[in-house]
């Protein structure tokens, strides 16, 4: 009986020792990098109402859109580009992909000069009211709105120490 015990414990122990050598002699795939980190220069929004929601961001922002047809418009900022995309025709590029106004989990964020008197320019544009000028305790000074399709916007200011 103990050389029974021994016999199976030595053919697992070739088994697992064959199963690591197999997948040591197996080609590996090749990891390739361009040595660059990725870069977020883009943001697209994905809306029903690609008017309406150009009309806000403009307001809002105070930059004129760079339009390509009706269906997609961009906002150029210093650090990458709000774009604005309609839903039907991203349906058509990449079907199944995107929900318009169905954000919940992403805020977009924008470093303003000065928090408390944005709040008051944006009393008349923004109809949503997350949060009014508050300081974070990360050192931010913060206002939070929604967009018209729902999305969270949060205009900052770093606080000085």
Known sequence: MRINAFRSAGFLLMAFLGAAVSQLAKPQAKVVSSGQAPSLIYTCLITNDVKRLMDFYERILQLKPHASGESYVEFPTDAGTLAIFGAEAQEKYI??????????????????????????????????????????????RSIYFRDPDGNLVDFFSRVKP
Do not use: C, H, M
């Open 95 to 140: 079907p199944g992909s995107a929900q318009a106004g169905q954000n919940r989990s992403v805020i977009l964020e924008f470093n303003v000069a000065n928090v408390d008197l944005e709040y008051s320019r944006l009393q008349g544009i923004v109809r949503v009211w997350v949060k009014p000028p508050t300081t974070q305790p990360w050192g931010t």
